[in-house]
């Protein structure tokens, strides 16, 4: 193959992988939406709600909302509406390369389902729009209704080729500068374990994370040089490599 078609197949796997569908939660698991503070000159009136109230956590068992989240522009609105304390279509369109129109239109779904809300003031394609929850989740495996479940399922699988796709786009490219390159990790590991070790280990890993979570929301804590983080964890059973025989007991 030539270095130009290698080149070429090169950027459109990325441009593929930036497009790739997913990630707010699954299974387990759950995406925090709180939104940075407020920030001087946004388009918000005054006294009107400035981040989701504190425990507003939503648990989707909605098929319908879970089906209408289950879209790639939708899940990259809610990404940047994590990062950012409003967010207008036209700014999402410069953002994200959709139309103003298109991301106007999932703008409106998402809150149709409650996801997003008006933040207040604009019109139009101008109107400012914020997270309605401070985080989002969904499991499979609790819903009881099998159109629910199905729903759950699609969108857990929406989610995670997310986070793979954005796992494989960073340590692939590598876009950092050069001082992250030691800092920025992939580590992988296996060791034996129950499910209340695993649920401790999952929540010991939130509690180191804990103390850095404001500075998402409030830009005057980040120290300098600080950069958007993502740590994206993953616990699983590998039951496929439980079937040998014990070694020391041979059975």
Request: aromatic share 6%.
């Amino acid at each position: 193959m030539s270095p130009a078609a290698t080149n070429c197949r090169k950027k459109s796997s990325e441009e593929l992988v930036k497009r790739t569908l997913s990630s707010v939660v699954f299974r387990n698991m759950s995406s925090e939406q709180e939104r940075p503070a407020q920030r001087p000159g946004s388009r918000v009136r005054p006294g009107s709600r400035r981040r989701a109230p504190d425990g507003d956590a939503l648990n989707l068992t909605d098929p319908k909302a879970m089906r209408a989240l289950a879209h790639p522009v939708r899940v990259a609105l809610l990404e940047l509406l994590a990062v950012h304390a409003t967010l207008t279509a036209t700014q999402a369109s410069e953002a994200l390369g959709e139309s103003p129109a298109n991301c106007a239109f999932h703008l409106r779904t998402l809150a149709k389902y409650g996801f997003v809300r008006e933040a207040g003031g604009g019109r139009g394609r101008e109107r400012p729009w914020t997270v309605a929850h401070r985080s989002v989740s969904v499991s499979a495996g609790s819903q009881d209704d099998r159109q629910a479940r199905l729903a759950a399922e699609a969108l857990e699988g929406v989610w995670l080729d997310r986070w793979l796709g954005n796992i494989r786009n960073a340590l692939g490219r590598r876009p950092w500068p050069s001082e992250w390159e030691d800092a920025a990790l992939a580590h992988q590991t296996l060791v034996y374990l129950t499910p209340e070790e695993t649920s401790r280990v999952g929540n010991e890993i939130r509690a180191i994370l804990r103390p850095y979570r404001d500075r998402r929301a409030d830009s005057s804590t980040r120290p300098p040089g600080a950069l958007p983080v993502e740590f994206a964890v993953f616990g699983y059973p590998r039951e496929d490599l439980s079937g040998l025989p014990d070694e020391e007991t041979g059975e």
